[in-house]
Structures are given as structure tokens and as C-alpha cells.
């Protein structure tokens, strides 16, 4: 029951904070603005930054990013030498499925 209560919870963080961001950004889009429609956006920006931990979980930090570069890098060397290893004259069609599978392979 406890994990449920946790789950709601965070859902609802979540809805608040796409609803706060969503609103914030499209009275930000009107061409002038009131007392009143800065009070709202402030409303909003004030909603929206306490329940954005919601989505932490999901940040990718640098050093995976560059980890995944790094892994990348190494798959293209593996596979250009493979290439360059075959002595066999491949056709545009079978360059193409071999670029086609390397895509595949990185993803």
C-alpha cells in the first residue's frame, strides 16, 4: 500500500508540474501582460520548480553521456577495421545493408 501512496504521489507531482510549466509558458506568450498575468506566471514558476525532482531520475549526467560517446567511438573503429579488412568488392546495395546493420549495431 505504501509503494501505491509513493507512486500517486509522485504521479501527482509530476501532473502539477507539467501543468505549472505548460500554463507558465503560454501566458509568457501573450503580448502584453496585467498584474494579474504576472501573478499567475509567478504562481506557476513557483509550483512548477519544488515538483520538477519528479524527473531527476531520468537526467543523464556527463559522464554518461561521455561514457556512451567513448563506447560509440570504440564500435566505429571495431567495425571501419572490419570493413577495411574485407577484400572483396561489395556492391552499393550490400555498402548500404552494412551501413544500414553499423546504425543498427550503435544503437
Not at 507539467?18 to 509550483?47: E, G, N
Not at 549526467?61 to 560517446?69: E, G, P
Request: positive net charge.
Amino acid at each position: 500500500m505504501k509503494s501505491r501512496q509513493f507512486t500517486t504521489s509522485r504521479f501527482q507531482n509530476a501532473l502539477k508540474y507539467v501543468s505549472a510549466l505548460a500554463d507558465f509558458f503560454l501566458i509568457d506568450q501573450y503580448r502584453s501582460h496585467t498584474a494579474d498575468t504576472l501573478s499567475y506566471m509567478k504562481r506557476y514558476h513557483i509550483t512548477f520548480h519544488p515538483t520538477k525532482d519528479v524527473f531527476l531520475e531520468f537526467c543523464t549526467s556527463k559522464a554518461s553521456w561521455m561514457d556512451v560517446n567513448g563506447k560509440d567511438w570504440e564500435l566505429k573503429e571495431v567495425r571501419a577495421n572490419q570493413h577495411a579488412k574485407e577484400v572483396c568488392h561489395n556492391t552499393a546495395a550490400k555498402r548500404h545493408y552494412h551501413a544500414e546493420q553499423d546504425q543498427l549495431q550503435r544503437l
